[in-house]
């Protein structure tokens, strides 16, 4: 009662930036196989959501119930205070969708489909401006099907920005696209959400995820595992590591000590010690006074792909260990 | 501002119908299948059979046709059959196949009108065929026919509905485009024999003859072969293709998925 902030719970630490997208307990079962077991979160407005997880973990049958394209046995979804399963036709005015392995008729050109999406809207962007801003205004009049598979995901992506959506679902964008394709791919996301769109990106690469995300839900087993920032979830793999070579020997007993400090390891001259913290620094200053200096200093922080990893494997581990 | 804009919701759907239309128009006249089976394969049958009946003069024996004239119902028929039982169903299978479908209902446009776009293109199709069967029948190859507008209208619009509905149950139960291809090209045999390409009901006569007679194909070749020589088609036949394209528009909106 005495902070009043406090029991406003919409208005967190991103000021004004409210929660534009609700999951709450959604479940989706296929016959006995629950693809989706109690997820629960919510997506701000302006923000990169990315939904992370092995495959079939359950990340786009999530995105279909969002998208109306499928029901959920249960759970509740909101998206700008609509219900994707009841307001469906409201929905899909304002959720671009971009689905994973949909394609166009062969011979359908990249400007006529551009311009049917555009038909389709209430308020569309300028079909010729958007074909410009993606850079295929040049295929503007050849067949889906003479495209390369980058040109095809920029049509894809065209075609889920073309209604002028405020919310974006993009499922595995960049699979199969070179790296190059892949990192023009990343600009082009990053500039729709400067333009204000709330971008749901499905994916399951981690370098994409890092690069493009706000914040990261990962999925597996159709159970939300952990829901944080890149930064924390990468973190969450043991942190930092450095690996150096010490002027003279040091003892295992003077490395635990120093602070931040977990595990250590000893290979040829070089120690690596992992843990939390600015663990570099602390190396440093506590090797040299005891007089040890240190060269061939090599510091890395923890990543996401560890994470990743690391989470997903304990997830099996308590299941396993529920079964046994 | 939501509530100005239900009151262009009919301008606007009217505006991604006429573009949807436009497209599907285009794709078909891109996609040389739909030509040629809507109007290549009738031209086709319609120069053999005028060529024959050049060869041949006078009724065919048992009628009182020429063969030419006796042709003309059933090559129209054809038509219909390439275009509602190949055509058709190839496409809104490969539209279902490839997830174009499924793409387009996720858009404020119901995948609905996409399909209703297909009709009306193949519609147009079966139209041109039309004219082009009769106009040339007449004009290059000497058929007295007399068309009896009503008649005609009637059944034509009844023996498009059968055989289009049948192509589209085609396109709710199969699968895949191979198995639309292989159901779609068997039936299609069918109904062409059914329609009396091969030997028309008119000269076989006994049993068969009334299987053809009760055949969708066979049904509307013989209110055709009336309609042009301004008679009223049998009512045998009008109820036969009106009670088939009623249990096929039926079922094929009760099993179409569109994913």
Not at chain 1, 110 to 138: C, Q, W
Not at chain 1, 302 to 324: P, Y
Not at chain 2, 40 to 51: A, K, R, T
Request: with cysteine; hydrophobic share 45%.
């Amino acid at each position: 009662m005495n902070h009043p902030e406090a029991s406003s719970p919409l208005e967190g630490s991103h000021q004004g930036l409210e929660p534009v997208v609700t999951v709450q307990h959604l479940v989706k079962r296929y016959g006995d196989f629950a693809a989706v077991d109690d997820v629960s979160f919510s997506i701000k407005e302006g923000e990169i959501f990315g939904i992370i997880g092995p495959n079939g973990a359950g990340k786009t049958t999530t995105v279909e119930c969002i998208s109306g394209l499928r029901v959920p046995d249960s759970g509740s979804i909101s998206v700008y205070g609509y219900s994707p399963g009841k307001d469906r036709n409201r929905i899909r005015q304002f959720v671009g969708v971009q689905l994973q392995e949909s394609q166009l008729p062969p011979r359908l050109k990249v400007g006529e489909a551009v311009r049917l999406f555009a038909s389709f809207y209430p308020n569309p962007l300028d079909p010729n401006e958007l074909l410009e801003t993606l850079g295929i205004n040049k295929v503007e009049d050849s067949g889906f099907k003479k495209l390369s598979g980058g040109q095809k995901q920029r049509l894809s992506i065209a075609l889920a920005l073309v209604g002028n959506p405020k919310v974006a679902i993009l499922d595995e964008l960049t699979s199969g696209l070179d790296p190059e394709a892949r990192r023009e791919t990343w600009a082009l996301i990053e500039h729709i959400r400067d333009r204000g769109v709330t971008v749901i990106l499905v994916t399951h690469f981690m370098d994409e995820a890092e690069r493009l995300c706000d914040r990261l839900a990962l999925i597996n087993h159709g159970k939300l595992v952990v829901l944080d920032t890149p930064e924390a979830i990468a973190a969450m793999a043991g942190g930092n590591r450095v690996r150096f070579v010490p002027s003279k020997p040091v003892d295992d007993r003077v490395l635990h000590s120093i602070p931040g400090v977990n595990q250590i390891e000893r290979k040829e001259r070089y120690i690596t010690v992992s843990g939390t913290g600015d663990l570099a620094a602390s190396v440093i200053n506590s090797l040299s006074k005891i007089g040890v200096s240190v060269s061939e200093i090599e510091a890395r922080s923890g990543n996401l792909d560890d994470a990743f990893v690391k989470l997903t494997r304990e997830a099996s581990d308590v299941s396993g260990a529920l079964t046994r | 501002m939501t509530e100005a804009s239900a009151g262009s919701k009919e301008t606007e759907s009217r505006g991604h119908f006429s573009e949807l239309l436009k497209v599907e128009g285009k794709l078909a006249l891109r996609e040389p299948t739909a030509l040629v089976m809507g109007i290549g394969v009738p031209i086709v049958l319609l120069v053999v059979f005028g060529l024959i009946g050049m060869a041949s003069p006078g009724d065919v024996p048992g009628t009182s046709y020429t063969v030419i004239e006796l042709y003309v119902p059933t090559i129209m028929v054809i038509g219909f059959i390439f275009l509602g039982m190949d055509v058709l169903p190839m496409t809104m299978v490969r539209y279902r196949e490839i997830g174009w479908l499924r793409r387009v209902s996720v858009t404020p446009a119901p995948p609905s009108r996409l399909l209703a776009a297909q009709l009306i293109v193949n519609l147009a199709l079966a139209l041109a065929g039309i004219l082009i069967v009769i106009s040339g029948s007449e004009l290059i190859f000497g058929a007295a026919l007399d068309v009896g507008i009503p008649y005609f209208v009637l059944s034509i619009v009844l023996s498009i509905a059968v055989i289009f509905s049948f192509g589209l149950l085609i396109a709710a139960l199969v699968p895949s485009q191979s198995v639309a291809n292989g159901v779609g090209g068997g039936l299609t045999f069918l109904l062409l024999f059914l329609a009396g390409l091969w030997v028309p009901p008119a000269t076989v006569g006994g049993p068969l003859a009334t299987i053809m007679y009760y055949s969708p194909s066979g049904a509307a070749a013989q209110a055709l072969l009336y309609s042009v020589f301004n008679s009223a088609p049998p009512y045998t036949a009008i109820v036969t293709m009106t009670v088939y394209a009623l249990v096929f528009t039926f079922l094929a909106t009760r099993y179409f998925r569109w994913e």
